[in-house]
């Protein structure tokens, strides 16, 4: 047998092993051609390969040891004293200059302080041992020990009603605590630190840990349930905006989550009834904010209204149109943990046709009372080729929504469509039923609208106008982008699974621009049949209290808010935000999705 001599000391023992294994078996090798085996004999002498292995065992060999250490801690004070050296042979050689003002580099420097600073300091952090003792008489305790760091803790504390003890009142989902998995809700808090905490209020226990450096100890006895956390998927969408700082009620200020009016929350957690866990959508941050439920939040607002109306004479309640059914008011949740973390009856309608047809609405006081707008369950709804959803135009009369109608349809005729009105009024010479309206018995359609097939509807000189919700699925599932201008109360009609519709609201500018820019555009009142004048002071301000009712009825609705200041500015983000609609997605309803 002929051995495979390696003449180099680096070379790696197991490949060279594996080369004389190769020359012992070589006749044993079933259709190995000469040319086969000379190259896998001259893979495994190569220097690239046996490098390769070494450099391999040793990372493996090191990453067994779990650390990596520096050579050295003081690679600055090296380098001065190198630097120290150099000075005096600068004149004696280029590359003796060379390195001296290489080692003086601003970049050199940095790299050097950061190496020493990295040396100089163990960043794992070691638990001390935990104290066993045993005493047979006690009851089960455990001990857990916490890294205190810049992240709070994730918890609460509250005092126990029944036995006056200190316990774990939540844990706040993907918190340190959490992360643990040894805290749990009810614990109960017997030593921290090796203070005994049984007779102390949740605040000195928040003060021991706030003034305790290191690791954190505490002694804990379990409690009996001890149920996993497990998070839920839901997401809601806010329609009220809420500061933790500025909330007398919070149980706990720090833990809080403040977020705005319209953001998208992840709620990860409903267990109590008052405060909710949750995240803001898409953030980060693992560990959950604490804000108010549904149902808490929804007895505050009626709490502090029915305040308010206690100051206002009938008048002014009949004018603000709030919510003026008293509703039972349960105790308001108590403020129990300490954090461990340091208009007129009638409105004038436009009509949907080139000629402005004005009709009064059919007013309706359930229509009017406003909803108690807290969280909308939300979901992701993707664009569907081929279906586009209804772009609802919604703001007061005068604001220019037709005139934005106008223009869009203008652009593409066989994209938008509008919905045919169904009248009750005969036919006029010259107009052809299902294009100017769809022409029907008053009876046929008064039937029709108390079954809730109308969107819309009102009458105007003894006759009834409407928009069905038929006309308008059909406009859809044909392939159109269906436009529609309604009256605001008929957005709970058009908010269902069924039409999906995307609510863009049209608002005013404040009066001076409102007054300016339609009297520069001599834009005709839509207050007067005729359009035969200019709006008046008097019509500007009723355009502007009427945006306000609808906005504060109705704001919960919006999808999109377009300030029609300027036409051409107005109609580019209405065409930037139908764009939007058909390619991207859009938190809506949870229940259009399901």
């Not at 969280?375 to 569907?384: D, H, T």
Request: charged share 30%; aromatic share 8%.
């Amino acid at each position: 047998m002929t051995a495979v001599v390696m003449e180099n000391v680096n070379w790696n023992p197991t490949l060279s092993k594996l080369l004389n294994s190769l020359e012992e078996n070589r006749t044993d090798i079933p259709n190995c051609s000469d040319e086969e085996f000379g190259f896998l004999s001259e893979l495994l002498r190569s220097k690239e390969l046996n490098a390769l292995v070494n450099v391999h065992k040793k990372i493996q060999a090191n990453a067994e040891d779990d650390k990596f250490f520096p050579v050295l801690s003081n690679s600055m004070d090296i380098d001065a004293e190198i630097l120290n050296m150099l000075s005096t042979k600068t004149h004696s050689s280029e590359l003796c200059k060379e390195l001296f003002y290489l080692l003086q580099k601003p970049h050199i420097q940095g790299l050097l302080c950061t190496h020493d600073a990295v040396a100089q300091k163990d960043y794992y952090p070691r638990l001390s041992e935990i104290p066993i003792e045993v005493d047979e008489d006690e009851e089960t305790v455990k001990i857990v020990q916490l890294v205190k760091s810049d992240e709070p803790l994730g918890a609460t504390l509250k005092t126990c009603e029944k036995t006056g003890k200190i316990i774990i009142a939540r844990v706040m989902h993907g918190g340190a605590a959490d992360r643990s998995g040894l805290i749990h809700v009810g614990d109960q808090i017997v030593e921290v630190n090796g203070i005994n905490v049984e007779d102390k209020t949740p605040g000195c226990v928040l003060k021991i840990l706030q003034n305790s450096e290191g690791t954190l100890t505490f002694k804990l006895i379990p409690a009996e349930s001890k149920e996993g956390m497990r998070e839920s998927k839901v997401r809601m969408r806010a329609h009220f905006s809420y500061k933790a700082a500025d909330d007398p009620e919070a149980p706990c200020k720090e833990a809080g989550l403040d977020f705005n009016k319209g953001d998208v929350l992840h709620i990860v957690c409903q267990d109590d009834p008052y405060w909710w866990q949750a995240r803001r959508e898409g953030d980060r941050n693992m560990r959950a904010g604490l804000i108010p439920s549904r149902a808490f939040q929804e007895r505050r607002i009626i709490l502090e209204r029915q305040r308010k109306n206690k100051d206002k004479s009938d008048d002014e309640k009949d004018n603000l149109s709030l919510c003026s059914v008293p509703v039972p008011l349960p105790t308001l949740c108590p403020r129990p943990s300490t954090s461990l973390h340091a208009s007129p009856t009638k409105c004038n309608l436009q009509g949907i046709k080139t000629k402005k047809i004005m009709y009064d609405a059919a007013e309706n006081d359930d229509f009017d009372r406003e909803e108690i707008a807290t969280y909308e369950e939300v979901a992701k709804l993707y664009p569907r080729p081929g279906l586009y959803r209804p772009v609802v135009l919604i703001g007061p009369p005068g604001v220019g929504r037709n005139e934005l109608k106008r223009r869009l349809m203008a652009t593409d005729p066989d994209k938008y469509k509008t919905p045919v009105p169904y009248t009750s009024r005969p036919p006029r010479p010259g107009e052809v039923d299902g294009k100017e309206y769809y022409f029907v018995t008053r009876e046929q359609m008064e039937t029709e609208i108390e079954s809730g097939k109308f969107i819309e509807y009102g009458e105007y000189k003894g006759n009834l106008y409407g928009t069905s919700a038929d006309s308008v699925s059909s406009l859809v599932n044909a392939g159109y982008v269906c436009l529609l201008n309604p009256h605001y109360q008929a957005l709970k009609m058009l908010r269902r699974p069924q039409i999906k519709p995307y609510v863009i609201y049209i608002k005013p500018p404040r009066f001076e621009i409102l007054k300016e820019t339609r009297n520069e555009a001599r834009a005709r009142s839509t207050f007067d049949e005729s359009n035969s004048r200019g709006f008046t002071d008097d019509e500007f301000h009723e355009i502007l209290h009427s945006a306000e009712r609808i906005e504060f009825l109705y704001a919960h609705f919006f999808d999109e808010t377009i300030i029609n200041a300027d036409l051409p500015i107005a109609f580019e983000q209405l065409v930037t935000a139908i764009h939007r609609v058909e390619s991207e997605p859009h938190w809506v309803p949870a229940s259009w999705v399901q």
